[in-house]
């Protein structure tokens, strides 16, 4: 029983190591400076309805806007959130909408009201810490309504020219 013990206090002795050394580790948190006229607010017309929806369940993820929590300073769970950040920027960043050629703009629309209807996004692992990022029914229908419409206004200037 003495030895079992003696294992265990070695154990966490060493675990306790592990995560303090791991603190040393630190990868970027950024929120990239970027051109503001190329935002897809100062791209699209968006309402505040839409405005706020995406503010609270997007823009962590998907833009250069990130609100970085304290919890994002300490390992392993920094190292999570900043690839979690940095793949939803490198998918779809509206920070750098105007930067997509029309076609991208278009499908990253489609894909929006797609994503959040299936559930898909925002990410079940964002949304027990972030309350209030879960999409409502109304939600979805307003989000769907306007990525639809935006969409639309895109594939109709496109046609014009």
């Not at 303090?20 to 309805?49: C, G, M, Y």
């Not at 949304?127 to 306007?146: A, E, F, I, Q």
């Amino acid at each position: 029983m003495k030895k079992f013990r003696k294992v265990i206090r070695w154990m966490f002795i060493v675990v306790v190591c592990l995560f303090l050394v791991s603190q040393l580790i630190r990868p970027a948190r950024t929120n990239p400076v970027t051109d503001q006229s190329l935002s897809l607010e100062s791209q699209l017309q968006i309402d505040q309805k839409v405005a706020t929806i995406l503010e609270r369940s997007c823009n962590d993820c998907h833009s250069n806007e990130t609100r970085w929590p304290w919890y994002s300073n300490v390992a392993p769970v920094s190292w999570w959130m900043v690839g979690h950040v940095n793949d939803g920027r490198h998918d779809l960043n509206f920070s750098e909408w105007g930067t997509y050629d029309k076609r991208k703009q278009s499908r990253r629309l489609d894909q929006m009201c797609e994503l959040a209807k299936s559930g898909a996004m925002p990410l079940g692992s964002y949304t027990p810490m972030h309350s209030g990022s879960k999409l409502s029914g109304d939600d979805l229908r307003t989000l769907c309504v306007w990525t639809n419409a935006q969409a639309n206004a895109i594939a109709v200037r496109t046609e014009t020219r």
